[in-house]
């Protein structure tokens, strides 16, 4: 999962993107609220954290523009600012969930992934697929009760394919959910990696499959056979 | 109490009162003065007439020749006026019929003509007049004689009248001027009461609004509409000098919200850091505790700016609660469980008395952070292995109050430190070496008791025991 951080504290963005990248997720971040803007324009996130006061646009007139322009990117606001009126000025203006500084690092994490399951339609942290059990909250892969032990770049691949179930999901999309844009790309890092996790899943011997669909992309499925 | 008001008008009364009987007396001496000096000279004058009347005739031999029937007023009747001439060896020369066989003797005086009163033969009181004349040589065919004879000896004349008319036109003076005295001093006592009525009003209306300005509330001014003079520079002052304290309140509540907000960005990059890097498994178990110790650090500054803040919302009254329906029984006992754990540590114990159920209509969040810092700081002030007295008691319907009491034992606490205990950071101990406790606990229970309308109340008894109370309307 992609995530893009605009905050101004150099610290706390230096020490949130650690965590979240050490949690599995792509951590993009920004200093001020036209880089912040520019950024969610151009890549597409899964979440974007929002510092409400920031140099150059500040949060809210950032978050007004990325609704008008038609980004329904969820927007967790992260702020100072506890009264009723801001919180309820935040979620009016177009934020999905409000986390009041400072914050206990699980609980930005917890939220996150709400945000996530909720993006995509997922009523519970955990999915379901075949004998799969793929826990997004704990992190784990678990087959009949028997757990798969994944990289952190396994575990979230599988979880985007999973919250993406039956759908086909392009390299692409794979490269810009789970890459942060830091990262140097090799050429064939996602089919090795969706190689690494069918090797594991016949390992464990799961009915669970990931199919290629040539020149589109891939999908997880349950195993009909 | 004093009251300018009252006191100046009971001055005031006085001074016109006492001014009035004073001008009352003077006025009434110089008019008897000028009545019985008038009285005096008429008296004077029939004297003198009568003096005229004893002539000294060529020969020498004095004459009197005055008919009684043109002086009727001496004649023997009802209510006479009496003469006597005497010569100067005390000899009577003539008398009024009047006076008939009776004397009015001259009075020794070296002055004359002499003024006295008199009790008049006929028992009246009277007033006579003694003057020394030398009777007057009789003129021959209009002319003096050539050859006049010695003079003639002095005598004096006594004549006396009644003093009756005087006197009633006296009385009659004296009690127009006590009652017109009595008359203007109950006209003026109203006077001056209704004039410095209204014009004390000011200082009454000035009175209300002062006492209007509430202690943490300095918004009030006072008017100066139609303000006199005297008390414009009182009040342009006290405008004033609220004017800069409501500015340093409300520097002092920015400063306060402004500090801890502030706080908050630095005390998040600690709270993260810790949070990520206290996760990193290291195999110095030093620095897995300083990280431990950091995020802890962390902890209790978020606690304290959070307080601040809540406090500083209470003072700029924008502390607003959300009441629903609360069982008080319920939320006791998940604070108390909450806090055991803390007691188990000192070894102190909680005896509850409550009922199953107790419901009121409070602020859910509120009502918790109350019992919360109360029970949290009996546990923690308690002497080790005392215990915790916690009842919930309905005062009954009349009164309409649930009581939630908190009572614990105390021994370093003193009556005269209760009046320090809602200050903010106030402890009793000054080296501030307990953790987790800023001394805020007490002021916050005070500002959410307001915010919720609850009653908060705590005293010492005689067994050194602090007793809480915290009374909601049921």
Known sequence: MRILLIEDSQQLQRYASLGLRQAGYAVDSAMDGIEGYNLAMTNEYDVIILDLMLPGLDGLSLLDRLRQKGRDTPVLVLTAKDTVQDRVAGLKQGADDYLIKPFAFEELTARLQALIRRRYGLKRSSIECGDLLIDSTGGTVTCRGSTIKLTRRELHLLQYLASSMGQIVSRAQIEESIYDRNATLMSNVVDSTIYAIRRKLIIADAKAVIRTHRGLGYSLEPDSA | ?474
């Not at chain 2, 080790?384 to 009581?403: A, F, P, R, W, Y």
């Open chain 2, 1 to 474: 109490m004093k009251s300018i008001r009252r006191e100046m008008t009971v001055w005031l009364i006085a001074t016109v009162g006492v001014l009035l009987v004073i001008s009352g007396l003077i006025l009434y001496q110089y008019v008897r003065v000028v009545l019985t000096e008038g009285f005096d000279e008429a008296l004077l004058d029939q004297a003198k007439a009568v003096s005229t009347m004893t002539m000294q005739e060529p020969d020498g031999h004095l004459e009197f020749e005055l008919n009684p029937l043109s002086t009727p007023q001496f004649l023997a009747t009802l209510k006479p006026q009496y003469y006597q001439v005497w010569t100067l060896t005390d000899v009577s020369f003539v008398r009024s019929p009047s006076l008939q066989d009776g004397d009015m003797k001259p009075i020794p005086t070296s002055t004359t003509p002499h003024f006295s009163d008199i009790r008049l033969p006929d028992g009246r009181l009277g007033r006579r007049v003694d003057l020394k004349f030398r009777p007057i040589l009789e003129l021959v065919d209009g002319k003096l004689m050539e050859n006049p004879p010695p003079p003639a000896p002095e005598m004096m004349v006594v004549v006396a009248r009644e003093r009756e008319s005087l006197d009633t036109t006296l009385a009659t003076i004296k009690g127009f001027s006590f009652l017109a005295s009595l008359l203007i001093a109950v006209g003026g006592a109203v006077a001056v009461s209704l004039i410095v009525r209204r014009t004390t009003r000011t200082l009454r209306r000035l009175g209300v609004e002062v006492d209007s300005i509430q202690p943490d509330d300095l918004k009030g001014r006072l008017s100066t509409d139609h303000l006199p003079s005297e008390l414009w520079p009182i009040v342009s002052k006290w405008n004033s000098l609220l004017d800069r304290m409501q500015a340093a309140l409300e520097r002092e509540h920015r400063f306060t919200a402004d500090a801890a907000h502030e706080l908050r960005t630095p005390v998040a990059e600690l709270r993260t850091l810790t949070d990520v890097v206290g996760n990193w498994t290291t195999e110095s178990p030093a620095i897995s505790e300083a990280f431990r110790d950091a995020r802890e650090i962390a902890i209790r500054m978020e606690k304290l700016i959070s307080a601040l803040l809540n406090l500083s919302r209470h003072e700029a009254g924008t502390l607003i609660a959300e009441p629903q329906r609360v069982d008080l029984c319920l939320m006791l006992d998940e604070v108390r469980k909450q806090l055991n754990p803390a007691a188990v540590i000192r070894g102190v114990s909680f005896q509850v008395e409550m009922p199953d159920s107790t419901f009121v209509n409070t602020d859910q969040v509120f009502a918790r952070a109350c019992l919360f810092n109360l029970l949290d700081n009996a546990v923690a002030h308690s002497p080790v292995n005392s215990q915790v007295h916690c009842t919930i008691k309905s005062l009954g319907d009349q009164e309409g109050m649930i009581v939630v009491t908190i009572d614990n034992p105390c021994g370093e606490l003193r009556e005269c430190d209760l009046v320090h205990a809602c200050e903010p950071f106030w402890r009793k101990e000054a080296a501030r070496s307990q953790s987790g406790h800023f001394g805020l606990g007490m002021a916050l229970v005070k500002a959410y008791a307001r915010a919720i309308s609850a009653r908060f109340d705590f005293r010492l008894d005689s067994g050194s025991h602090f007793i809480a109370e915290l009374r909601f309307p049921s």
